[in-house]
T-cell receptor, first 112, second 114 residues
Framework: DAKTTQPPSMDCAEGRAANLPCNHS???????VYWYRQIHSQGPQYIIH???NNETNEMASLIITEDRKSSTLILPHATLRDTAVYYCIVRVAKAAGNKLTFGGGTRVLVKP | KAGVTQTPRYLIKTRGQQVTLSCSPI?????VSWYQQTPGQGLQFLFE???????NKGNFPGRFSGRQFSNSRSEMNVSTLELGDSALYLC?????????????FGPGTRLLVL
């Protein structure tokens, strides 16, 4: 699976959009981009994933650049409960097998 | 639908002992993965079980082992505990373990080795 690079931390104002970048310059054509987050002392929580197209769900939006070498997770209206470590993960679309390789993630602090 | 459950939630052991942790996946999920989280190494994949067979394995010593039962419940065992085994152990489940599936994590078991 390709390696990802994320900023170690970032602050965000409550109610504003939070834009979390992720670099995956060695991504190959059959690799998906996944985002998970981990709120303190809890298990990671799935947020969103995508292959080529931008994706949106009730939690967030995922914007993948045309060359697929980077992506941005957007939390449209950050709340205090969005304070967490956010992980960007790239996974090969193999036939089977579940193995997530977590990097350091971005520690997001939402401030009132 | 009930989420992934892990027991016990907290555990204290001493060096040299062994420990068994349990994970009950979401109903209908057949893939169960285990992860170890420490402040120094972060979240690391231990192994994955599917249909009672280990399908993927991370880079951990043989002291770490697991199994899966016919009802998809899984256990992991750590023998001859070391201080460095103190960690949060997380279990995750998904339907078939396919890449496009979402993995759902349990709350974890926090193990302290003294």
């Amino acid at each position: 699976d390709a390696k990802t690079t994320q900023p170690p931390s970032m602050d965000c104002a409550e109610g504003r959009a939070a834009n979390l970048p992720c670099n995956h310059s060695t991504i190959s054509g059959n690799e998906y981009v996944y985002w998970y987050r981990q709120i303190h002392s809890q298990g990671p929580q799935y947020i969103i994933h995508g292959l080529k197209n931008n994706e949106t769900n009730e939690m967030a939006s995922l914007i993948i650049t045309e060359d697929r070498k980077s992506s941005t997770l957007i939390l449209p209206h950050a709340t205090l409960r969005d304070t967490a470590v956010y992980y960007c993960i790239v996974r090969v679309a193999k036939a089977a097998g579940n193995k997530l390789t977590f990097g350091g993630g971005t520690r997001v602090l939402v401030k009132p | 639908k009930a989420g992934v459950t892990q027991t016990p939630r907290y555990l204290i052991k001493t060096r040299g002992q062994q420990v068994t942790l349990s994970c009950s996946p979401i109903s209908g999920h057949r893939s169960v993965s285990w992860y170890q989280q420490t402040p120094g190494q972060g979240l690391q994949f231990l192994f994955e079980y599917f249909s009672e067979t280990q399908r993927n394995k991370g880079n951990f010593p043989g002291r770490f082992s697991g199994r899966q039962f016919s009802n998809s419940r899984s256990e992991m065992n750590v023998s001859t505990l070391e201080l460095g085994d103190s960690a949060l152990y997380l279990c995750a489940s998904s339907l078939e373990g396919m890449v496009v599936e979402t993995q759902y994590f349990g709350p974890g078991t926090r193990l302290l080795v003294l």
